[in-house]
């Protein structure tokens, strides 16, 4: 019995892409506990011989709180709204057999053809027309027009895998739409609803063009806003920049460790016919 050869080139080219991965980020933190006198005169990839809090402590007094909050209710709000109006869009479209329920589901295969950025100057218009300018809802409302299509065509693509007679079952025994959504659509569906939760807020938490445009004021002002604020507050001061980067990371990391498992099954299901 041939024992299987060992794939030296493709164990190579893994730890090359680790190297690529962590040192950013290994980098990113170790300089956060630098202090910012002798930064340049040491090695950046050298643990600190002092490491401090200090960088830490300095974001923290600015705003960052501020800042951490809008940022939580503009993503809250916006993965709240889009997988409550995705998922019942979605079941329409697959247990629908009308030509309207097709026209729709095509309407949002289009949707992810238009690019955010040709939109910009038609919703800033809209949004100052509505007199939501500078507000957090001026930030959610457009995220989550362009959340919904790619989180519909998920969450079609996993319906359509449930089965039918479970359909069937709960209309005999007298279940009308809203109890076959909340009861069997929702449970059969959840890895793909934690994986467009996921994304989308991972989108919004990020996003960087709806707040520069539609938000003016820094009681508005979001994290991607808050580090480019930093980024000139502390242009001399590396170490506190990236105290500011580590600290609007922490919330994507705890997210991703409490949902990696649904966010898994839902990656790499739902796609099999």
């Known amino acids: 019995m041939s ?10 080219a893994g730890f090359v892409w680790l190297a690529v991965v962590i040192v950013p980020v290994y980098y990113i933190v170790v300089t956060s506990l630098r202090g910012q006198q002798g930064f340049y005169d040491s090695n950046p990839l050298a643990p600190p011989a002092d490491p401090t809090l200090d960088n ?4 923290l007094q600015n705003d960052f ?3 951490f909050l809008n940022s939580m209710v503009v993503t809250l709000g916006t993965v709240a709204i889009t997988v409550a109006v995705s998922l019942m869009a979605a079941y329409y479209v697959v247990r629908s057999r009308t030509r309207f329920s097709g026209f729709t589901y095509k ?3 289009l949707g992810l053809a238009i690019p955010l950025q040709a939109t910009i100057i038609p919703i800033y218009y809209l949004i100052t027309r509505a007199y939501l300018y500078d507000t957090l809802l001026a930030v959610i409302l457009p995220s989550v027009a362009f959340a919904i299509p790619l989180s519909v065509v998920i969450l079609a693509n996993f319906l359509r895998d449930v089965p039918n007679e479970l359909f069937e079952s709960m209309r005999v025994d007298g279940a009308g739409h809203w109890r076959m959504l909340f009861s069997l659509v929702l449970p059969m569906v959840r890895p ?4 467009v939760a996921v994304y989308d807020g991972l989108n919004v938490w990020n996003g960087f063009l709806f707040p520069l445009i539609l938000t003016q004021s820094s009681d508005q002002r979001v994290l991607p806003m808050a580090l480019w604020a930093f980024q000139g507050q502390f242009r001399v001061n590396i170490p ?3 105290a500011a980067v580590v600290l609007s990371t922490i919330p994507v990391l705890a997210l991703y460790i409490l949902g990696r498992r649904q966010l898994v099954a839902g990656l790499t299901a739902g796609f099999g016919k």
């Open 3 to 12: 024992r299987a050869r060992a794939n030296l080139p493709g164990g190579v």
């Open 192 to 195: 793909a609803v934690i994986t």
């Open 240 to 242: 506190a920049v990236l």
């Open 56 to 59: 830490y402590r300095l974001v």
């Open 65 to 67: 709180l501020r800042y």
């Open 107 to 109: 309407a949002f295969l």
